[in-house]
């Protein structure tokens, strides 16, 4: 069975510009949260999908947006990228909704220059 | 909104025991979870309390209580494979009136020969 996976993995940005994040979810989950990872913050929570309805949104600015498809697959974007987004953006995936056991991908890595 | 913290870093001896504590504020506790996640690597789950006890899972076991907002993963036999960081979790109502799980900043733990 295939774990969540998640494109691209690495990926170098500059100032101003934006950015799609990717994720698959394990077959059969049909929520999908994302969330920002950085050294001194820890996971931050960013949105989660449940049957392409955003659920819950965490407290990051409207340049961060998302979505998700009819085959559950989701994607975010970073709108006017700042040095600051600069992180691992971790996507997850539950079988069950309201915010189950989660199965991470291997993430995506930004960096912004 | 939601609180949590733990320890930022840890160390300890292979062969010995770690117990690692976690203390939490939420409104509409529904669970707690704990996670593994090596450097480099995606966060995997490790154990989930719903009630107030200990629940064991071969050489980890994790306790809740509820009324006191704390839990601890402790770790037995420690391996050198067990240097990780460790992320708690917590389920809780968001401000949208549905479930969001909040991690902490994770506690990195080092094992010692």
């Known amino acids: 069975k295939a774990g969540v996976t998640q494109t691209p993995r690495y990926l170098i940005k500059t100032r101003g510009q934006q950015v799609t994040l990717s994720c698959s979810p394990i077959?059969?989950?049909?929520?999908v949260s994302w969330y920002q990872q950085t050294p001194g913050q820890g996971l931050q929570f960013l949105f989660e999908y449940f049957s392409e309805t955003q659920r819950n949104k965490g407290n990051f600015p409207g340049r961060f947006s998302g979505r998700q498809f009819s085959n559950s697959r989701s994607e975010m974007n970073v709108s006017t990228l700042e040095l600051g987004d600069s992180a691992l953006y971790l996507c997850?995936?539950?079988?069950?909704?309201?915010?189950?056991?989660?199965?991470f991908g291997e993430g995506s890595r930004l960096t912004v220059l | 909104g939601q609180n949590i913290d733990q320890p930022t870093e840890m160390t300890a001896t292979e062969g010995a025991i770690v117990q690692i504590n976690c203390t939490y504020q939420t409104s509409g506790f529904n669970g707690l979870f704990w996670y593994q996640q090596h450097a480099g690597e995606a966060p995997t789950f490790l154990s989930y309390n719903v009630l107030d006890g200990l629940e064991e899972k071969g050489r980890f076991s994790s306790f809740l209580s509820r009324s006191k907002g704390y839990s601890y993963l402790l770790l037995k036999e420690l391996q050198m494979k067990d240097s990780a960081s460790y992320l708690c979790?917590?389920?809780?109502?968001?401000?949208?009136?549905?479930?969001?799980?909040?991690f902490g900043k994770g506690t990195k733990l080092s094992v010692i020969p």
């Open positions: 997850a995936s539950s079988l069950v909704g309201e915010a189950g056991e989660l199965f």
């Open positions: 979790a917590v389920r809780g109502l968001s401000g949208a009136g549905s479930y969001q799980l909040t």
């Open positions: 077959s059969g989950h049909r929520s």
